[in-house]
């Protein structure tokens, strides 16, 4: 019986298993993506924003299916860059569509609430850290992952209008009544940017694209408060760039005892799941599906995704150490990506049935060699 839940459970571990050292800690991305889809017999779709389409001073509304994907974060041995494998996908109705459904709504949070309780209960001794955009900077967010049995390390950006506030005071025996929740509300990041009696500390950090860049930030702990919930102890790190590169922004941590840079770096390496989006695009074929079944369009998405993973661990373990690269004239490149990693799987997989039913001498074969490994490389790096 097909079951999304185990088979995410199964790739997972696989994905652990070949990638990650006993103990090391899992580092998941969370973010969505949009599948543009406008069939009329497509119930799941809705009017979504198109991040691509979309600009600064103009939002793109684009009609498909809105997917929520957990990747885990790993390195590759034939990369500096680590990469983002996708094993958990699921897709995010609007509210009309629930609605027409008949089905119970849930936003972004409200789906990264469940994935990550399943992931905890799959893993339940190992540290976890959630990086998500701006999207899942949610106080009910926060406390579900401080509240878990062993608490998830959750990573997002930071509104500098957030309501930050100083721990209570001790509260004296004498006075009857509820404990207060929160002390002093503190100054509010935008008002600490603005600040010029602020002081900054200098940090080099390796920026998206692998470059390194020198910031400043500055960095303290409160507790995170929003109306109608218990406040949220977390670290928040305001950063800003001497050059002006970059518009200042925060950041923040659920656990209050990692550092500044650590939530710098666990932040940049959300890029990756990026990265995966558009090479899925690219090549396994996601967004050129064109079924209309319920059932199909359940379940073809997650299996590209499944396949982007599991294409990138079988070229692992083919090629442990390093991964043949395709180089052109016009279009160096110094380290192994997505399609190499493709076609390293592809040329496996079709080498050998030709030779296997052939005679040993190379030279009798039904497909002379040099032609054959000519086409075959050919069709390794085909789309």
Known sequence: ???PWVLSKILLRLIILLCL???APLLLVIDETLERRWGRKIKYKGWFRDPIRSTVSRVNQTLGIRWIVLAVVVPVPWSTRWWALPFMTLPTLS??????LNKRHRTLVGWADIMIQKVRRWQPEREIILVGDGSYA???????CQRLKRPVKLVSRLRLDARLFDPPAPQPKSKRGPKPRKGTRQSSLAARLADPNTVWEQLTVTWYGGVEKTIEYVTGTS?????????????????RCPKDSFKPAAYFCSDPTVTAEQILIWFIARWNIEVSFEEARAHPGFETQRQWSDRAVERTTPCLSGVFSLVV??????HPETLPVRQTAWYPKAEATFSDALAAVRRDLWRGGNYNMSSSDDDLVLIPQQPLLALLDIACYSA
């Open 313 to 318: 661990l079988m070229a692992k373990v083919l």
């Open 223 to 239: 507790l995170w408060h929003t109306p109608g919930l218990d406040p949220v102890p977390m670290r928040w790190v305001l950063v």
């Open 95 to 100: 509210p009309k569509t629930s609605a027409r």
């Open 21 to 23: 050292p006993p103990g």
């Open 1 to 3: 019986r097909w079951s």
């Open 138 to 144: 949610a106080v009910a967010l926060a406390q579900r």
